[in-house]
Nanobody, 124 residues
Framework: QAPLVESGGGLVQAGDSLRISCAAS????????MGWFRQAPGKGREFVAS????????YYADYVKGRFTISRDNAKKTVNLQMNRLKPEDTAVYYC?????????????????WGQGTQVTVSS
């Protein structure tokens, strides 16, 4: 699969908003569910959000539900993560990945073709 490229990370203050994006290539993008994960220093990679191939179904981790919104644009082959009311504990490298399924899933093993990640740092 063609690589995924994340962008849009940065340093923000607690309570701020940030939108990160993932650009894909290849003909199968619209057939794949997609997801966002994150990894903080010294911790394992954890699920954040996922979206079905059509964008009609989404799934969120409890710790971001109501603050983060995942969306996709199949024509542009992008997946976005709008992050509102950011907290210092949201600080991590954020990765996007393709799912083996066309519906929204959340297990790490269900994803592949990881991007290189984008750093999000939230200061208190």
């Amino acid at each position: 699969q063609a690589p995924l490229v994340e962008s849009g990370g940065g340093l923000v203050q607690a309570g701020d908003s940030l939108r990160i994006s993932c650009a894909a290539s290849g003909r199968t993008f619209s057939s794949d569910g997609m997801g966002w994960f994150r990894q903080a220093p010294g911790k394992g990679r954890e699920f954040v959000a996922s979206i079905s191939r059509s964008g009609g179904n989404t799934y969120y981790a409890d710790y971001v539900k109501g603050r983060f919104t995942i969306s996709r644009d199949n024509a542009k082959k992008t997946v976005n993560l709008q992050m509102n009311r950011l907290k210092p504990e949201d600080t991590a490298v954020y990765y996007c990945a393709r799912s083996y399924h066309d519906y929204a899933v959340y297990e790490l093993a269900d994803f592949h073709s990881w991007g290189q990640g984008t750093q999000v740092t939230v200061s208190s």
